[in-house]
């Protein structure tokens, strides 16, 4: 009997701190473990005693890649428990807003963190050796979603004019209207990225995943919907925490997710995908049957392609709205506070992002619930890398152990919002 | 000519913020420099590509930041860019894109950088999460926000 172990100390191009163990035995599994040490953020708790306002300013901290996702989410929920319903201009501007942040976010993880993986590349920096002029594509396809979050949001992390009920002022229309040629040039850049992304070499892996992700009948499910998942259905977002249980493991400091059933579930782009093709926009649908990109997919290094596919879409919305929108009304609605409680869903780049809050009669926030995508995946991303294992007991070492982080980084993981590099360890006996 | 002050930092993270203080203190000593019509100043706290941004169309930069070092907690250090791949280990930066890792990436690529790049570097004793900066690192402002005085003054000098 023989033993191996492999130990990477940090896995690079992933958001935050971890580790992951691995423990063979001849052709069995006997574990495996993502280990979050990213030290817990406490940010339900301190939450807790704060203004309904002051809300989406604090959640927008938990990541600076996505701080649109837990501003909408929690704008969201609390508008439900403040019994308000946002307007079609402050929705649109929203949708706008969402679309900017799957750009930067998205671009970001296709251009510069996986396709390295795919092309054989140890970072970005050697892709742009080779290949300069297209990560100089993926990084002016970048700065447009970056420049859109400045117009819309004061500045391109952290936006500070979201808030709950709409924004605390209209942006300029004009500098909306701006955007028009950047996102016209953008939308063609991102069909040129899908069909570059179609002829990348994905790893053969097959998974029968359940996908659960928002659904939308009208539109891709980004900003509200029901919560559907591949394998029980729909259920409204208010009944989120009767079927997705979270519960501690030891080795993590992020809560993991299962469904009541004791089902390890997936959300993010390859869900979204598979559960809401028919809603994409026909622009995205359209170049992702050109390159016979379809559902079903179950590769998890495919989600690569679904962020391509997605990228289209979000280009394609905003084009639109950018080319449409104008201010109706206040921005924001005059609200009094009042005790209730409110749930809510938004789709962030990585996934299902979940809020809930309890207010009481002066608007204090009396109990929070954040339940975001990453933290979801973990326990997924755990049975992947043991589905994977077999696949490369046989490889040397090095190889082995760059398998497990491509599949790892294929998730995009945010571990800071999880809780935030990741150590690989591998043990054979 | 332009001359970028850029501070970089968490506010969240402990002494990750130092960049962002140190700058912010120069500007309030220093306000007429700091105003300056030739000087552009930049506070960036999740900077990753936007970096490029900031830099572009300086004739000279320095960038105020946070660092881990074999060096006392609160000492402070004046480096050339050929300096920085020596700060990139455990960036806590979005999705592992350090300040260095977008400087490489743009010289890699052939983007126009400022013939003047330099970096104010502040150790570091804490990254953890807090909005506090340690002692040691909250003594050390005045200190830096000099040396950035002094870094302005030569750049305007020269013009």
Redesign the interface.
Known sequence: MTQRTIQVD?L????GEGALYLKVQDDQVLEVRLDIYE?P?FFEGFLRGRHYEEVPDITA?IC??CPVAYQMSSARALEKALGLQATPAVRQLRHLLYCAEWIESHV??IY??QAPDLTGHES??EL??VA?DI??RG?RM??IG?HILTVLGGR???PVNPTVGGFYRWPDETAIRDLVPDLTWGLEAARETVRWAAELPYPHLEIDYEFVALHHPQEYGILEGVIRSSVAGDLSEEDFETRYLEYHVPHSNALHSRTVDGNHYMVGPLARFNLNFEQLHPAARQIAEEVGFVPPIHNPYKALLARAVETVHAYAVALEIAQTWHPQGPSKPEIHPRAGEGAAGTEAPRGLLYHRYRLDAQGLVQEARLVPPTAQNLARMEDDLRLLAPHILDLPLEEATLRCEHLVRAYDPCISCAT??LRLEVERT | MTIVVCGLG?P?RGDDAAGLEAVRLWQQRYPAQARHPAVRVHL???P???L??ALQGARAALLVDAAQAQAPAGSVHCLTAERLPSFTA?T?S????SPA?TI??AR???RPLPPRLDILAIVAADF??SPSLSLAVRDALPQAAEAIHRWVAQRLSEL
Do not use: M
């Open positions: 940090a690079a191009r992933v958001e030290p953020r901290r600076g890649i970001l993880h510069l963190l970005a920096l742009a050796r300069p990560v100089q990084l970048k700065r970056n391109s992390v952290h935030h590099f | 968490q969240l960036l706290e999740a990753e590509l936007a490029l941004d455990g806590t979005a999705h592992g894109w890792e490489a990436l890699t690529l052939g953890s999460p």
